[in-house]
């Protein structure tokens, strides 16, 4: 049995007690997300913050605490989702951490609604964003699937090529040519973006960072995301740190 049809196995029974929205429609939903479909999902936080609380189900007596744990789940398969569409599973749960922690900070039910429709248009947008890399060869699929699986380790153009069994000097000319930049760029800018988005959703030291970027230092990380970004982790955090969500 697939995923798809264990969670629809799940999903019935519960249908036949409380009057939800039908799985097909919130499948559609996570999709549109997975597919970078901003336009889609754009319509439906419309529609989503345009109506009641009816078709949500009964998770409580308490209608905030009611959407909450809604929010909860809905947070959670969207980052399941993104995870599955390309997404890397550190930022996908980082960011899924990141919002229900804020829903666990909201007032009203005016407030878990824009909060839904930030978290849904985030996660859109970075797998559009994912989407616009343009990668036809199954090799460079799998050279990038091994750099996302082992950016917390050291990693070389013959580790790569080992582990997908073609030469070392022809990856890296097909690499080049596929995402117009070497390997060692792509390295050194993907782990610079997850630091990016460390910086902003969490409180993780500029040492626990190099670390778990595999940096050789501090230093060594402080100047390769200052060549990088124009500015010092620091700088980047002090300016960025949950602005986008707070609003300071």
């Known amino acids: ?12 029974p519960k249908e036949a007690k409380i009057k939800y929205r039908s799985y097909e429609n919130e499948m559609s939903f996570y999709d549109a997300v997975r597919n970078g479909d901003l336009d889609t999902v754009e319509h439906e936080m419309e529609l989503f913050r345009a109506e009641t609380l009816q078709g949500k189900g009964q998770l409580s ?10 929010f909860i789940i809905s947070t959670a398969m969207v980052a399941r989702f993104c995870i599955d569409g390309g997404l890397d599973h550190d930022l996908a749960y980082m960011l899924s951490d990141f919002y229900i922690q804020e829903a666990d900070k909201c007032k009203s039910i005016e407030e878990l ?6 978290m849904a248009i985030d996660y859109c947008k970075r ?3 994912l989407s616009k890399v343009d990668i036809n060869s199954k090799q460079i699929v799998k050279a990038i699937d091994y750099i996302y699986e082992h950016l917390n380790s050291p990693i070389t153009v013959r580790d790569i090529a080992e582990n997908i069994g073609i030469n070392e000097t022809y990856l890296s000319k097909l690499f080049k040519k596929e995402t117009g930049i070497s390997i060692s760029e792509y390295i050194r800018n ?7 988005s460390m910086l902003k959703y ?12 595999c940096f050789s ?4 990380f402080t100047k390769v995301f200052k060549d990088v970004t124009g500015m010092t982790p620091k700088v980047y955090r002090d300016h960025h740190f949950r602005k986008t969500f707070l609003g300071k």
């Open 1 to 12: 049995m697939n995923s798809t049809d264990f969670n629809h196995k799940l999903y019935l």
């Open 61 to 70: 007596d308490n209608p905030i605490r009611n959407l909450t744990y809604h």
């Open 113 to 118: 609604k824009d909060l839904q429709t930030k």
């Open 127 to 129: 797998m559009k964003q």
């Open 190 to 196: 993907y782990r610079i973006e997850a630091a990016k």
């Open 202 to 213: 969490s409180d993780y030291s500029y040492t626990d960072i190099a670390k778990l970027l």
């Open 217 to 220: 230092s501090q230093s060594h």
